[in-house]
């Protein structure tokens, strides 16, 4: 295979150190920057990083991208999107702003369940053309590894066929079985009866997690024990929408059962936050979605203060955050949550690797991982998060290859 040298670099940018996750306010202000510098790829992984001045001769096929001074962090990586959609929810959007709110149009069939509609018409085919649009916004936006969830079929065939489709696109596939009662169902435990005994057994085949929607109107913290107890004993990694419009039992549920992560939190109060930074639960933070309702933001400085490890996601989905960005979500965690740019690039990349149970392979450019770059049209790397919507991806390297790049670059 052959090399690329990235070089002329004005910052190589990494979270600092070896270990993951990284917790805590300290952990999470360290990050490693080298000034004019080079990134050398080989066979899709980094095999050297380090300043200009130490570049020697390479030997073998070489291809080289000039960086002309722009600078590289490594590729970011989203651990919690609902990218696997069809259709859109442009007349719901309409309907909130002029007064709607979410939980209604959700009681009323909305919401999730008309994304269920359109999700189920469109076809394995159809729901793998929306995913590669999607999923090309997303690399755009500097996305290099993404998850993404099931949750929009609720039935058998259209459940597994999103898992399917999102492992094909090269995504992690999360099962959320439990993101709202299947409409042919009126009763949640029928439902979840169904779900764990027809859907449950070839989900965990293909998913590397599975994930439910604990929440007044979806389900409850007794139905989410039992879903999820029955995931992990069919070998699935745990996570959890929680705490979103109440506090609902998902802290302690998450703790319990040694849960990957617990996500959203607009609502957790200081009792949820010191639990979370005593266990090993990232707490995956999605500003955008909470933006996006209206509703109030996760307690995100709280939380790094007493010490959790702290992830920010996009959340990307038809409804509740219509924004593939990780950069937006930066500039969100700076302005919303109290994080710096330091602590809004690491929970975006090495702790985010973390909850995908990747850490020793994306998330820090250093020798040995793997080979994802974004370019940024700055010399100052936290010019990403201080230019809100400033789009300044200009190109994105993915396992040594150039995956996506701006005219002219
Ligand atoms: O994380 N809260 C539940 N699920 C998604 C929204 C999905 C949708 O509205 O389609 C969320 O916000
Ligand atoms: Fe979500």
Redesign the pocket.
């Known amino acids: 295979m052959t090399k690329l040298l990235v070089r002329d670099l004005a910052q190589v940018v990494s979270p600092a150190g070896t270990g993951a996750p990284l917790r805590g306010y300290e952990q999470m202000s360290a990050v490693e920057v080298i000034e004019k510098a080079y990134v050398l790829c080989e066979d899709g992984r980094v095999s050297a990083v380090g300043p200009m001045a130490d570049l020697g001769g390479i030997e073998g096929e070489l291809e080289e991208l000039d960086a002309k001074g722009r600078v590289a962090i490594p590729g970011l990586v989203d651990c919690?999107?609902?990218a696997c959609f069809a259709g859109d929810r442009v007349d719901e959007f309409s309907r909130r702003a002029a007064g709607a709110t979410y939980e209604e149009l959700h009681a009323a069939g909305g919401g999730i369940l008309s994304t269920v509609r359109a999700t189920r018409a469109a076809g394995e085919d159809g729901l793998a053309e929306a995913l590669d649009e999607h999923r090309a916004w997303m690399l755009a936006a500097g996305t290099t590894t993404f998850e993404a969830?099931s949750g929009y079929g609720l039935d058998h065939d259209t459940e597994l066929a999103q898992l399917r489709v999102v492992r094909a696109a090269g995504g992690v596939a999360t099962w959320?079985g439990a993101h709202a009662v299947a409409p042919e169902f009126d009763d949640a435990d029928a439902y979840l009866d169904f779900a764990l005994a027809e859907v449950l057994p070839e989900a965990a085949e293909l998913a590397e997690a599975a994930?439910i929607?604990l929440e007044r109107g979806a389900f409850d913290a007794a139905q989410a024990r039992r879903y999820l107890e029955a995931a992990r004993s069919a070998g699935l990694a745990l996570r959890l929408?929680a705490d979103?419009f109440t506090e609902g039992g998902g802290i302690p549920l998450a703790i319990e059962l040694r849960a990957r992560s617990v996500?959203?939190l607009e609502a957790t109060g200081p009792g949820g936050v010191t639990a979370l930074a005593r266990s090993d639960v990232t707490a995956v933070l999605?500003p955008i979605?909470a933006l996006f309702l209206g509703r109030p933001m996760p307690p995100g400085r709280a939380l790094l203060e007493a010490g959790a490890v702290v992830a920010l996601?996009t959340?990307f989905?038809p409804g509740?955050?219509f924004c593939e960005s990780l950069p937006v979500a930066m500039t969100l965690a700076c302005t919303q949550l109290g994080l710096g740019p330091e602590a809004a690039l690491i929970a975006s990349t090495v702790n985010a690797a973390h909850v995908l149970g990747r850490a020793e392979l994306v998330g820090r450019i250093a020798p040995g991982y793997s080979a994802d770059l974004v370019l940024l049209e700055t010399t100052d790397w936290r010019h990403l998060a201080y230019h809100f919507g400033g789009d300044l991806v200009s190109a994105v390297v993915k396992d040594g290859a150039v995956a996506w790049a701006r005219r002219g670059v």
């Open positions: 919690h999107t609902h969830k959320l994930d929607f929408h979103q996500d959203h999605l979605a996601a959340d989905n509740s955050a």
